[in-house]
Every structure is written in C-alpha cells, then in structure tokens.
C-alpha cells in the first residue's frame, strides 16, 4: 500500500523521483518501441498549446482534443488543423509554431488507467504549403491521413464542400517524455529522439502506412 502511494506520488512528480530499476522494469528501448506502436495504434490525442501575449489568458496552457496520423517518416507526425481553431491560432501565434502532442493507452476496463502507458512529444509545428507539396505526395498524404481518420474526408485541404478552412501539417517532435505506468516495471522519463527514430526499423512496416498491417505493429519483449 504504501509503496503503491509513493509510486502514484512519483507519477504526480512527473517521475522526478528515482525509482528502483528491477530486472523486469521495461527498458528505455522496449518503451521506445511501445511509443511507436502507440502513434500507430492511438489515433486521437490532446494538443498543448499556449495563449499568445496579447490574448485574455496570455501565457496559459491549453489542451484539446487533437487528431494525428503516422504518414511522416519517425519522428514526425502528420496532422490537419484548421486555422479556426483555438489550439491552432495559438499555435500560429508563435513564430515557433510550439505545441506538445500527448497520446493515452486506451485499455477498456483496465482497473487502473494509471498503470497505463502516456506519452507526450513537445515540439514544433511546420505549416506544409499546400502549393509546394508535390501531387503524389499529397495523394498519399491524404490516402494514409483519412485510412487513419475516415472522417477527416470532409474536411480535407480544399475540398469544395466542408465549411472550415484547413491545411497539411507536420508536427516535428525535439523531446519525448514517457511515462509507462508504475515506475517499478515501466520506464518513466525520456526518450531520445534517435533512440525512437531508429526503433523498430526493419520491422515490416513501421513506417510504411501503405502497408496495411501498420496499426498492427506489436512489441517485440
Ligand atoms: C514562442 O515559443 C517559444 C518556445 O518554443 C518560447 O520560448 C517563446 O517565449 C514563445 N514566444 C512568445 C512570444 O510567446
Ligand atoms: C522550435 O523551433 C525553434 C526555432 O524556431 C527552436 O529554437 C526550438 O528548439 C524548437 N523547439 C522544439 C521543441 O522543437
């Protein structure tokens, strides 16, 4: 009991506090792993954003429901935002174009949705110039976005027939924090861009959408 308390502290604590490593404590490579498998099998996940210097909440974060799909090569990520949206104008507002992309493990009837895995990629967004994306490119921008979301069809960039504006974005994350579940068999901390870039290379299809077998990647411990 009171171990569990002081390992739900540690996760409150952002995992700040050491825990001790044990033989069956997830490795930072298995939890790398499991970050890729994730983009690929989460679909959904919340935005994090910043109210710029001149609006009423300057200065505050904000998080909302977001959409990404894994159509860029590890470790970018695709999305398609709308420049209506708050996150996104928040977004835009900083020349940085600064966000961080966070997705949940979504296990049903799991007894503690604390034990399982969250991952949040802090980075930079890249507005992609619909005029300078090469057409096949685009065709297979849109194909992989809406085999993840078929409802983001209608409202794909320059459909004629949705009613918000919307553009192809590329979401490049520069860190990665992790937190697998409880510290003492899931790793906790970060993961370094290259250590997840390279993981899981040669896997069939990692990284390929076209392949239809992506969103059934599957960890290899
Ligand atoms: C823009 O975002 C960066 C972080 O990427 C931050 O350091 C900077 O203060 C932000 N600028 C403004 C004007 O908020
Ligand atoms: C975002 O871009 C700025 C340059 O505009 C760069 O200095 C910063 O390191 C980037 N931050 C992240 C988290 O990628």
């Known amino acids: ?62 998080a909302l429901m977001e959409y990404h799909a894994p159509c860029f090569p590890a470790p970018a990520l695709t ?65 992989c976005f809406t085999w993840y979301h078929p409802d983001a069809k209608s409202w794909i960039p320059y459909q004629s027939q949705h009613p918000f504006n919307s553009f192809w974005a590329k979401f490049q994350p520069s860190d990665i924090y992790y937190v697998g579940g409880f510290g003492d068999s899931h790793y906790i901390g970060h993961i370094p861009i290259d250590l997840y870039t390279k993981v899981g290379e040669g896997v069939k299809s990692s990284d390929h959408w076209s392949d239809r077998n992506v969103p059934s990647l599957r960890i290899q411990n």
């Open 79 to 143: 999305m398609l935002l709308m420049p209506i949206a708050l996150s996104t104008r928040n977004i835009l507002a900083n020349s940085s174009h600064p966000a961080t992309y966070t997705i949940s493990e979504k296990v049903p009837f799991d007894p503690s949705p604390m034990s399982q895995a969250r991952v949040a990629f802090i980075g930079n967004i890249t507005v992609m110039k619909y005029e300078n994306i090469p057409e096949d490119e685009l065709e297979i921008m849109e194909k």
């Open 1 to 62: 009991m009171l171990g569990s308390l002081f390992l739900v502290f540690t996760l409150l604590m952002g995992g700040a506090v050491a825990t001790p490593a044990t033989e069956s404590r997830e490795s930072i490579e298995a939890a790398a792993y499991h970050v890729k498998e994730m983009v690929h099998r989460q679909t959904t996940g919340t935005i994090a954003s910043v109210f710029p210097p001149d609006s009423e909440h300057a200065g505050h974060p904000f």
